[in-house]
């Protein structure tokens, strides 16, 4: 904007002083006609002052005048001469030709050094405004920095809260303090939830150990026919399976307490082949073989419990939506991978895969439940990783990976 003012400047500058000369030049023209009015020898000579020259000659004969405007036309002309500046102006009156020379050499350098000027002031202008608004910038962007620091943290520390007293009373301590204010309410919501979730598991416990206990009775009647034999042990799985689920509620409930971390050393085979024998059930009458591969030792630092439910729900993911085929479980350093050969998972569902639970048809194949998400959410708590890969109609590999780390207690 200053520069662009400048320039301006330079340029009306400029305007003013071609306007001034030209009308001197005129000025001179119209006051040596009139002495040459009265003096009739003037109109073959030349008349000279500091600045201004007047040449004269016929039109017929212009050698008697310099060579630098002789072959000039009528009009009015810039003529550089021996590094000296002029304007010039050329008239025909009355068969006379006349010559009009202002030396505006000095008036030239003049204004080449208020050029300089103006570019110097634009420049000086332009580095303290760069500083001014740096440190404009610094002072406004460093609290907004400190906010932002502080509201990451709440990444890996969620009970931390604001230290409000490093803002004040401005935009950003009204913004610090709104935020503040909403952890509060996500931490107070989130207690609530864990404080349920834990009550209803507990509630739930009693009644489905008094059916557990029921069947156990009726299993031991003697004269029970084979199809009552079946029904019972159908609802003995049922139990097992809401058993199971009450236990991965509390253990969800609990999973955000640093307290409630293992430093248990797990060796992971033994466990899947125990979940693998649980979950049977779901493969009913399927043609499905299943196996366990194993590439080396996998041993992941966590509580026993958790990993049977992360491999449960693998698991009951693989066995529900296969139909034919193979499951193959692989076992490497780190690394737990399910393979199935079942109905895959269509591209437009692929994105949604781990985002919670929709109610399907019973032929819907996308695996949107609550399995998959209680997978993610126990790989976000120990920092794991977990991906999958599908091809509709040809089946799906998922893949657990283990980070390093392992504590000096273990179980088997």
């Known amino acids: 904007m200053i520069l662009v003012l400048g320039l301006s400047l330079v340029v009306a500058l400029k305007s003013i002083e071609t306007s001034v000369l030209d009308e001197i030049l005129y000025t001179e023209l119209i006051e040596f006609q009139k002495q040459a009015e009265n003096d009739s020898q003037m109109l073959e000579s030349s008349r000279s002052r500091a600045t201004i020259i007047i040449y ?43 010559v009009v020379q202002f030396d505006a050499t000095s008036i030239h350098k003049r204004e080449r050094d208020f050029i300089r000027l103006v570019w110097l002031c634009a420049i000086v202008t332009l580095v303290i405004a760069f500083f001014i608004g740096w440190g404009v910038a610094l002072h406004v962007i460093r609290p907004i920095k400190r906010l932002a620091y502080q509201v990451m943290a709440f990444t890996n520390q969620p009970g931390e809260s604001l230290d409000l007293s490093e803002f004040g009373d401005d935009e950003i301590g009204v913004l610090a303090r709104k935020l503040q204010d909403y952890h509060e309410q996500l931490q107070y919501l989130l207690i609530r939830e864990k404080e349920f979730a834990s009550s209803v598991s507990h509630e739930l416990g009693t009644p489905v150990t008094n059916i557990s206990m029921a069947a156990e009775v009726l299993a031991m009647k003697k004269d029970l026919s084979v199809p009552e034999h079946a029904r019972i042990r159908r609802i003995q799985r049922a139990v097992g399976e809401m058993t199971e689920l009450i236990d991965t509620f ?50 992941v630092v966590a509580h026993p419990g958790i990993l049977s439910v992360l491999v449960a729900n693998l698991m009951r993911n693989a066995f529900q939506y296969t139909m034919r085929g193979s499951i193959t479980v692989l076992l490497a350093p780190n690394q737990l991978s399910v393979g199935d050969t079942g109905v895959g998972i269509d591209s437009t569902a692929q994105s949604q895969i781990f985002k919670g639970y929709r109610m399907n048809n019973a032929d819907d194949s996308n695996r949107t439940g609550l399995g998959l998400t209680i997978v993610q959410r126990i790989c976000e708590y120990y920092g794991w990783k977990v991906s999958f890969k599908s091809k509709k109609g040809q089946g799906s590999q998922f893949t657990v990976l283990f980070a390093t780390g392992h504590a000096p207690e273990r179980f088997v």
């Open 250 to 299: 509390l253990i969800l409930a609990k999973i955000d307490d640093e307290s409630n971390k293992s430093d248990i050393v797990c060796q992971m085979e033994p466990i899947v082949r125990k979940v693998i024998e649980q979950q049977r059930v779901w493969l009913g009458e399927k043609p499905i073989q299943v196996t366990i591969e194993t590439n080396g030792q996998l041993e």
């Open 56 to 98: 004269t000659s016929s039109l017929n004969e212009m050698t008697s005048l310099p060579e630098h405007v002789r072959n000039l036309s009528q009009g009015i002309h810039d003529v550089t001469h021996k590094d000296r500046d002029y304007r010039v102006l050329v008239a025909h009156i009355d068969d006379m030709r006349y």
